[in-house]
Every structure is written in structure tokens, then in C-alpha cells.
């Protein structure tokens, strides 16, 4: 098991690299600069800023100082912060709201795709099941709006815009419940399923039935016998899901106006802002990779086949 | 003369009872399930509405502007009423369908072959080539991979134009810029999408490996291509086929992200996540112009994914109760 752990985070080096080179050459290669904009620029002053931001020197020279002192390095939109600045500041919004509708998803998801599986292909099972699947092909940007039309601007019930009230260090605002709401149902459905084909999966198996013999109650054979293998394939799910809701965190913080990093990421790529795009492609692959690490020793350690194989 | 003999053998084998093929029975689990062909005839009528459409209308339908008619709602002229540039919106919808759809099924080919020479070639050798190429696919699995298409969607913008002035200054009057962002969309969404099809596939060549039939072939002296090509891929066909009816909504969602980002196709072409995107930022003003390309890509990805559905069970039985 130490020895699976060790190997899993040797092999993430390699993987954070190639996604540094990746991006970092993809931005380089791409034509336009960080400058192009303001177009009073002389050549004399371009090439002061080139000598600032250190445009002037080799390329691989300027990988390597990008590599070693990313968070240090500052922002070519907004010189006076740096990359670790703009990222402490706005991750936090984030990782709240992605905190959130992970909530939501997991409560929503495992608790439908629990109760579909109970009594496959009846009314039960239908419910949840059809609701899920209208989940599915509601995406975030179809289902945000929708929300904001029904509850805001209709009811009146919840503001449209914004993130924790006017100061914006509330812990909790009404404000917050839409965009996760959005975010969160979207992976709820998604998981519902999973749960559903797991739990159909292990209800069926022979050490169920044991357990039933053995005259073990209902409710405890779901929790402490058929839960434990049921979520398998949801706990595989969480490394693409924590992916995809940092992408989707992207389109429903256009959504609802929220000044989180997924607007500062779309907005630093149009404006060939490197050292930041460098800063949050990293930030946001390290911490992939890590919850993908976390699966898998997870995944591991609850599935008692895989551990023989490892 | 007749033999009589093989006349009553003949009848005897008519009347032996006749087995159904897989793909017999799978139209008939196919036919009991209702989802999955309501879901295939409104892929059909999607098709139709979005590409036999245009010949009902007139040439320039979805680029027609009427500026004093901007964001009327809908009327007995504009069915479904006029978006904020006073083009009409069932013209948009019908071309943003033709260009949504196209998307999902070019960038699904892409992907899909991709996907399955990748996963045919690593399921085929087997040993280190196999452990080595699905390493690869674990760890392209645990990119950030959606960030990376909005990076290549952003940077490679410009690169149209790039292009053209290269074919210009050569000589050439050959022209991509226009066609160059849907072609970036393409390659970008099919590199993206590979990676499953590659484990499906892979996963089915290595048992598939292992059966008499492919020994025979060996054996035979067949040349590896045509081992491959002739015998292996026939056979992974049933999978494939459930998991590429699944990748087209996938696709289309991704497309839809992307245009809602604004790093999708670009105006005055229209496509679903585009009219969307139009539509949200217009929704108090015109609550029409967000529901009905809402409607129309909720409808596209229900009836694919009811599709999918339905195949999966169909082709694999075992498969039925999930």
C-alpha cells in the first residue's frame, strides 16, 4: 500500500511538467502578445516592457524562471500583483461555490440514486431516474438561467448576481444558493446514476442475500453492506468531477457575475497574460492531480480486489 | 435426378428453429424500449428540421436583419420572434441546429478514430506497448482537459489569419479563416474525446485476442492489418456504436460550453450554445430568445443520450437492469 502511494505521487512530477510545457509553449507559439492592445506603444517602449517582464531573453530560460518562481512572478495586465496574489485572492470564491455544489451533488445524487435502485423499473425507480436524466441534458449554462428567470426575477425570492452581499466576506449569503444550486444539480445527476448502477450491482450479489439470511435489517444491509461497494463507481467519478466543476465554475461564474479565478483564467488567456494563465493552469492542475491521488488511495483502500492487485 | 435424401435433409434444416443473431436481437430489446425510439425518431426529425429546413426558406434566413423589429416576441411573421439584432429566430435556430449537430458528429468521427486505432493497436500487442500506451491514457485522463481546449480555442484564434496571409504571400488564393475556427473546434473537442473509446476498445481486443478465431487467423499467416481490420474491428462494433451515440451529446455540450465562453463558432454564424448564451444575457428583456434554443438542445441531448441508453441495454444484455 506504501509502496502504491509512493509510486502514484513519484508519477504526478512527469504529469505536472508536460502540463507546464504544454501550456507554456502553447502560449508562446500562439501569435499576438501581451501588448498588442495598447497600440500608443513605441518600439522603445515595448522593449522596456519586454526587458521588464524578461520577454527578451530565451525561451527556455524563461520556462525555467517561470518553473521555479511562478507565484512570485507578476501579472503583465495588473504589474503592481503577482501571480500568487491574484490566486489567494480569488480562489477562495471558487473553491467555496465548488464546495458547495459538491454538497449538493453528493447529497441529491446519492440519495436519488439510492432510492431508484430499491425497486428497479418501478414508480420509485422512474422518479428519480427521469429526473436525473432531465438533469443530464440541462447543462449549467441552459439551467442557470432558468433558475435566475424563475427565482429572481419572477418570485423574487433570491438576487440574480453577485457573492456574499455587498462586501463580499459573508459566509453565507442568499446570494450563494443559485449558482451552486446550478453548479451542483447538474453533478447531482450524474451521480444519482452512477449510485444507481453501483447499488443495482452489489444488491444483487451473493453476500447480500447472506446478509439477508442471516436476518440483518433492512436499513443495515444498505448502509453498512451495500453502500460501501454501491458508491464505488461515485468515488471513481469525484477526480473528473472536481474537473469539470472548475470548467463548469468558469461558465456560471460568467453566469451570475461572481469574481472568482475562472473569469480571471478566460480573461487572462484573451489577453496573453502568460505568467498568469502559467500560474492558474498549474494551480488548477496540481490540485486535479492531487484529488485524482486522493481517488485513487481511496479506491484502493475501500475495494478490497484492487489491493491484492497493487 | 433428384435425390431425395437431400431433399427431406434440406427441410429438416428449414425447419430447425432459427437462432437470432446479435443484431436481430438487439432491434428487438431495441423495438420494447419506448425512450429509445422516441429518442430516435426526434434525432430524425432534428436532422430534417435542421438541414431540409433552409430549402423552405430564403437564402440569407439566419443573416436577415429588420432593425426596427429587434427583440419582438414571437408573432405570426417570426414564429418564434426576432432576436436583439431583429434576425429571425427560427431562421438562427435552424442554422445554429445544422451547426450544432455537424460539430457533435465530425468531432465524434475525429474522436472516434482516434479512439479506436489507438485502443485496437494497444489491445492487439498487448504486454509492455499495451501497459505503456494505457498509461498514457490514465495520465492524459487526469489533465485539466477542458482548460486546455480554452486555452487552444484562445490562442489559436488568430492563427486563421496567420494562414491566409502565409497562402497569400505564396500565391495561393486559398482561403481558411473562415472555415477556421469550426475546424479548430473539431480537432480540439475530437483530441479531447478519444480517450474512453480507447479503453473500450482496447478492453474488448484483448479478450477478443485470446479466441479461437483470431488464432486461426495467425496461424493462417494473415498480415497483422488485415487481422486487425478484417476480424478485430467488425467485432468491437457493438460497443463502439453504443459509446459513439453517447459522445455525440457529450460533444455538443462541449461545443455549447466553448460558444457560451465566446470561444465557439464565431457570429453571425449561429449554433445552439451560441443562441443560448445570446439569449441569457437578453433574458429579462426576452425571455423567447433563451427558451427555445434551450429547448432545442435539451430535446437533442435527451433523445441522444435515450438513444445511447437503449443501445447499451440492447447490444448487451447483462447490461439490461442498469
New interface residues.
Given amino acids: 500500500m506504501l509502496k502504491f502511494i509512493f509510486r502514484r505521487i513519484l508519477?504526478t512530477v512527469p504529469?505536472l511538467l508536460?502540463?507546464a510545457a504544454?501550456?507554456f509553449f502553447?502560449?508562446r507559439?500562439?501569435?499576438?502578445g501581451p501588448f498588442d492592445d495598447d497600440k500608443q506603444v513605441t518600439p522603445e517602449v515595448r522593449e522596456q516592457l519586454n526587458k521588464q517582464f524578461n520577454l527578451d531573453k530565451p525561451l527556455y530560460a524563461q520556462f525555467y524562471q517561470y518553473l521555479v518562481n511562478l507565484p512570485n512572478l507578476q501579472s503583465f495586465k495588473y504589474p503592481s500583483r503577482t501571480v500568487g496574489d491574484i490566486i489567494s485572492q480569488k480562489f477562495p470564491v471558487s473553491a467555496k461555490l465548488g464546495f458547495l455544489a459538491m454538497c449538493i451533488a453528493l447529497s441529491i445524487g446519492i440519495m436519488f440514486g439510492v432510492i431508484a435502485s430499491l425497486r428497479?423499473n418501478s414508480y420509485i425507480d422512474y422518479i428519480p431516474s427521469s429526473l436525473a436524466?432531465?438533469g443530464?441534458?440541462?447543462?449549467t449554462?441552459?439551467m442557470?438561467?432558468?433558475l435566475?428567470?424563475i427565482f429572481s426575477?419572477k418570485l423574487k425570492w433570491l438576487p440574480a448576481t453577485g457573492w456574499g452581499g455587498f462586501d463580499g466576506d459573508i459566509f453565507f449569503a442568499s446570494d450563494m444558493i443559485l449558482p451552486s444550486l446550478t453548479l451542483g444539480l447538474f453533478y447531482a445527476a450524474y451521480i444519482s446514476r452512477l449510485t444507481?448502477?453501483g447499488m443495482?450491482d452489489i444488491l444483487?450479489q451473493d453476500y447480500i442475500r447472506t446478509a439477508k439470511a442471516k436476518g440483518a435489517s433492512a436499513p443495515r444491509i444498505l448502509l453498512k453492506h451495500a453502500l460501501r461497494g454501491g458508491l464505488l463507481p461515485v468515488i471513481s467519478f469525484m477526480?473528473?468531477a472536481v474537473?469539470?466543476l472548475?470548467?463548469g465554475s468558469?461558465?456560471i461564474e460568467?453566469?451570475f457575475n461572481i469574481p472568482g479565478l475562472g473569469q480571471d483564467?478566460?480573461k487572462s488567456?484573451?489577453n496573453r497574460d502568460y505568467t498568469l494563465?502559467l500560474g492558474v493552469?498549474m494551480f488548477?492542475?496540481t490540485l486535479?492531480?492531487t484529488l485524482?491521488l486522493i481517488v485513487d488511495i481511496l479506491q484502493v483502500s475501500l475495494n478490497p480486489k484492487l489491493k491484492f492487485q497493487s | 435426378m433428384a435425390n431425395p435424401t437431400t431433399q427431406t435433409e434440406s427441410n429438416a434444416l428449414a425447419q430447425v428453429e432459427k437462432g437470432e443473431s446479435l443484431w436481430v436481437g438487439a432491434w428487438h430489446r431495441l423495438r420494447k424500449n419506448k425512450m429509445a425510439l422516441i429518442g430516435s425518431v426526434f434525432i430524425l426529425v432534428l436532422i430534417g428540421f435542421s438541414f431540409i429546413g433552409p430549402f423552405f426558406l430564403e437564402n440569407d434566413y439566419y443573416t436577415y436583419q429588420e432593425l426596427e423589429l429587434a427583440t419582438k416576441g414571437p408573432s405570426k411573421d417570426h414564429i418564434l420572434g426576432t432576436d436583439h439584432l431583429g434576425r429571425d429566430q427560427l431562421g438562427r435556430i435552424i442554422k445554429g441546429g445544422q451547426i450544432s449537430l455537424m460539430v457533435g458528429l465530425v468531432a465524434t468521427v475525429v474522436s472516434l478514430t482516434i479512439g479506436i486505432g489507438y485502443g485496437t493497436i494497444s489491445g492487439y500487442f498487448g504486454g509492455k506497448i499495451d501497459r505503456f500506451m494505457m498509461r498514457i491514457v490514465d495520465i492524459l485522463y487526469s489533465l485539466p482537459f477542458t482548460i486546455f481546449v480554452i486555452l487552444l480555442m484562445v490562442f489559436a484564434k488568430d492563427l486563421g489569419d496567420s494562414i491566409d496571409t502565409w497562402f497569400k504571400e505564396s500565391g495561393s488564393n486559398f482561403s481558411i479563416s473562415g472555415q477556421w475556427n469550426m475546424l479548430l473546434l473539431f480537432i480540439a473537442i475530437g483530441a479531447v474525446e478519444w480517450l474512453t473509446m480507447a479503453r473500450i476498445v482496447r478492453g474488448q481486443v484483448l479478450s477478443l485476442r485470446k479466441q479461437e478465431f483470431i488464432e486461426a487467423c495467425i496461424s493462417l499467416g494473415l498480415p497483422t492489418h488485415r487481422i486487425i481490420f478484417r476480424h478485430m474491428v467488425p467485432n468491437v462494433l457493438g460497443p463502439v456504436i453504443v459509446y459513439t451515440t453517447l459522445t455525440i451529446p457529450a460533444v455538443m455540450l462541449l461545443e455549447a460550453f466553448l460558444s457560451f465562453l465566446g470561444l465557439g463558432v464565431q457570429p453571425p454564424t449561429p449554433s445552439w450554445g451560441l443562441l443560448i448564451k445570446d439569449g441569457a444575457d437578453r433574458m429579462r428583456e426576452a425571455p423567447w430568445m433563451l427558451i427555445y434554443p434551450g429547448i432545442m438542445f435539451a430535446l437533442a441531448l435527451f433523445s441522444f443520450n435515450f438513444v445511447g441508453d437503449g443501445l447499451r441495454d440492447a447490444l448487451d444484455p447483462k447490461t439490461s437492469k442498469d
Fill in positions: 508519477e504529469v508536460c502540463v504544454m501550456t502553447m502560449c507559439l500562439a501569435p499576438g428497479p436524466m432531465i443530464i441534458c440541462l447543462p449554462f441552459v442557470g438561467p432558468i435566475i428567470y426575477l444507481r448502477g443495482l444483487t477526480g473528473p474537473a469539470g472548475i470548467a468558469f461558465v460568467t453566469i483564467f478566460v488567456a484573451f494563465v493552469v488548477y492542475a486535479i492531480v485524482n
